[in-house]
C-alpha cells in the first residue's frame, strides 16, 4: 500500500455513528423514508450516535432541504449535532485529493462521456469500467488536449481491479474498483470520494443505504484504506420498487409523507406501513426500536403500488 502524506483532519469522536446522507433535489419518498427510518434504527439499535448529512453539491432544489428534514422528524427520526452540509467541505475533499495527487494516486482524464461510453462497451472491452484511455498520456498529449480547451475530470490510478466489502445483509461483496473519478470536469468534488472523507470525519463507522450504492461500496472502500481511513460497516438495504419492478419515483404516485397525509393518512399511518413492509410491527420509529433485529429484515425489494397500497414484502 503507498504510504500517504499525514493528514491533520479532525479525529472524529470516541463513540461510533450512523448516518443518512440524502441529496436535497426534491422530497423524500417512501422508499427514502423507508431507508432512512432503517438507517436511523440500525445506529439507535446499537447505541450510536445518528447524522445528518446533506449531500448538496449537485441537484439542490430549493426548499428541499427543510421539507426533507421536516418528513424524518415527522416520523421520529431524530439525529445527533448539527445537520452537516457538503458544500461547506470543498476544503476537505481538496485535502485528500491533493495527499493522494502527491502520492502519485491520480490523474488527468480528458476523455468525454461519450467516449467512455463507446470504449467501455466495445467488444473486447472491459465492462463499464474506465478503459483507462488518459492514464499514460504522455506530458506532450496532456498539453495538447488542455490547449484543445478539454475541461479535465481527475481519476484515481487504482493499483487493483477490485475490492472486497463486507455487508451486514448480503455477506462478502467483490466489486469493480477502476479508475473512478475524483473531482469532475467542472471542478466538482465526485460523490465516491466525499463519501469517504465525509463518512471518516464525521465518526460513521455504519454506513447503511439502499442497495443500489452496493456496486459503488467497493470503490469507496478501497479509496478509504488508501487515504488511511477506517472502512465502515456496511448494510445495503433492498429498495423499494415499483409494480413496473423499477425504483420507487415520485411519479409513481402518492409516495411522499404529504402525498400521503393528502390521502388522508397521519404520520402514524405511514410508519405502520413502513413497519409492515420491513415485517416489523408499530407505528412510531421509537417502537420499532423495541427488538430491532437486522437479521430478520426482508432481502427483498419492497413492491409497492401506491394507488391501491398493496404491498408485497419480500420474506427474510
Ligand atoms: N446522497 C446519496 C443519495 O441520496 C446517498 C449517499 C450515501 O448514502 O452514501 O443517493
Not at 51 to 72: F, H, K, S, T, Y
Request: hydrophobic share 35%.
Amino acid at each position: 500500500m503507498t504510504a500517504m502524506p499525514t493528514d491533520p483532519a479532525p479525529s472524529p469522536p470516541a463513540a461510533g455513528a450512523g448516518r443518512y446522507a440524502p441529496s436535497p433535489s426534491g422530497d423524500l419518498h417512501l422508499g427514502n423514508l423507508r431507508t432512512a427510518l432503517l438507517a436511523w434504527l440500525f445506529a439507535r439499535g446499537t447505541g450510536r450516535r445518528f447524522v445528518l448529512r446533506i449531500d448538496d453539491l449537485d441537484r439542490v432544489r430549493p426548499g428541499a432541504e427543510e421539507r426533507q428534514l421536516g418528513d424524518l422528524a415527522a416520523l421520529g427520526i431524530d439525529w445527533d449535532g448539527p445537520v452537516l452540509h457538503q458544500s461547506d467541505r470543498l476544503g476537505r475533499y481538496d485535502a485528500a485529493v491533493g495527499r493522494l495527487t502527491e502520492a502519485g494516486l491520480t490523474y488527468e482524464c480528458f476523455c468525454t462521456r461519450r467516449e467512455i461510453h463507446q470504449a467501455a462497451t466495445a467488444p473486447h472491452g472491459p465492462q463499464g469500467a474506465y478503459p483507462g484511455t488518459c492514464r499514460e498520456l504522455t506530458p506532450a498529449e496532456r498539453d495538447a488536449r488542455r490547449a484543445a480547451g478539454r475541461p479535465a475530470a481527475l481519476r484515481l490510478r487504482a493499483a487493483r481491479p477490485d475490492f472486497e466489502i463486507t455487508d451486514r445483509l448480503h455477506g462478502r461483496y467483490r466489486g469493480p474498483v477502476d479508475d473512478l473519478v475524483l473531482r469532475r470536469g467542472d471542478g466538482i468534488p465526485a460523490y465516491n470520494l466525499t463519501v469517504v472523507v465525509d463518512d471518516a470525519e464525521h465518526g460513521i463507522d455504519q454506513v447503511v443505504r439502499g442497495d443500489d450504492l452496493l456496486p459503488s461500496t467497493p470503490r469507496q472502500a478501497y479509496l478509504a484504506t488508501l487515504l488511511g481511513l477506517p472502512v465502515p460497516e456496511y448494510a445495503h438495504v433492498p429498495l423499494v420498487l415499483n409494480t413496473a419492478g423499477q425504483r420507487l419515483a415520485k411519479r409513481d404516485g402518492a409516495v411522499t409523507l404529504a402525498d400521503r397525509r393528502h390521502h388522508g393518512d397521519s404520520v402514524r399511518d405511514v410508519v405502520a406501513l413502513l413497519a409492515t413492509s420491513l415485517g416489523l410491527s408499530g407505528d412510531s420509529a421509537e417502537e420499532l426500536l423495541t427488538g430491532f433485529d437486522p437479521g430478520r429484515l426482508p432481502r427483498t425489494p419492497w413492491i409497492l403500488d401506491p394507488d391501491s397500497l398493496v404491498c408485497t414484502a419480500g420474506g427474510p
